[in-house]
């Protein structure tokens, strides 16, 4: 099984600002076999990015996606009042399918 | 409009049973995998189980194997969950997800591209 750790657990910026959130994996995720969820306090997860760097339909570009084997980043160019959210990583390489344990931008 | 709805969780006691279902309007649902995912109150994503458009493929997270069962009926589009020897632990609450299939250079990616509002189980005596 593939562990995903994510970090910082809390990230604290203001509106405007740069966020870069890390997800690191425990073995290799083949062939950047790794999505980016969005999720808002009461509300399902969002799908934001797959295969690593693309965008899912309807994401803004301020949203963007790096990283190969097992060093993966997602980051948020200018952050907008509604990205203050909980942010997962998925790798999707096999079975079993793991997210990481979330990472929460938080408004400063 | 594209949707999924889940129905069918509650309070049940250990050891008891819970099928859940999802029903899926707005797309043609016999085209999709769909997949099952939990999240304990407060806490992160948990994937549970995926099942294949014809249902001739399943695969589960470990925790739950040889418990609990998904299934399709696309004649009703929906997906179930049919959960047994619930543990305290199985208490969360459960989304159903279609998956969409990006094509990248030949390979498949996946993306849990629509979610229901999530049901809630609680396994409690």
């Known amino acids: 099984e593939i562990v995903l750790t994510q970090s910082p657990g809390t990230l604290s910026l203001s509106p405007g600002e740069r966020a870069t959130l890390s997800c690191r994996a425990s073995?290799?995720?083949?062939?950047?076999?790794l999505a980016w969820y969005q999720q808002k306090p009461g509300q399902a997860p969002r799908l934001l990015m797959y295969?690593?760097?693309s965008r899912a339909t309807g994401i803004p570009d301020r949203f963007s996606g790096s990283g190969s084997g097992t060093d993966f980043t997602l980051t948020i160019s200018r952050l907008e009042p509604e990205d203050f959210a909980v942010y997962y990583c998925?790798?999707?390489?096999?079975?079993?399918?793991?997210f990481g344990q979330g990472t929460k931008v938080e408004i400063k | 409009e594209v949707q999924l709805v889940e129905s069918g969780g509650g309070l049940v006691q250990p050891g008891g049973s819970l099928r859940l279902s999802c029903a899926a309007s707005?797309?043609?649902?016999?085209?999709?995998?769909m997949s099952w995912v939990r999240q304990a109150p407060g806490k992160g994503l948990e994937w549970v189980a995926n099942?294949?458009?014809?249902?001739?493929?399943?695969y589960y997270v470990d925790s739950v194997r040889g418990r609990f069962t998904i299934s399709r009926d696309n004649a009703k589009n929906s997906l179930y969950l049919q959960m047994e020897s619930l543990r305290a632990e199985d208490t969360t609450v459960y989304y159903c997800?279609?998956?969409?299939?990006?094509?990248?250079?030949?390979?498949?990616?996946?993306?849990?591209?629509?979610w229901g509002q999530g049901t809630t189980v609680t396994v409690s005596s």
């Open positions: 295969g690593a760097s």
């Open positions: 707005g797309f043609t649902f016999s085209s999709y995998w």
């Open positions: 073995q290799i995720v083949t062939s950047s076999f």
């Open positions: 998925q790798q999707y390489t096999g079975s079993p399918w793991t």
């Open positions: 997800a279609r998956i969409v299939v990006y094509d990248i250079l030949t390979l498949p990616h996946y993306g849990m591209d629509v």
């Open positions: 099942i294949k458009q014809d249902g001739s493929e399943k």
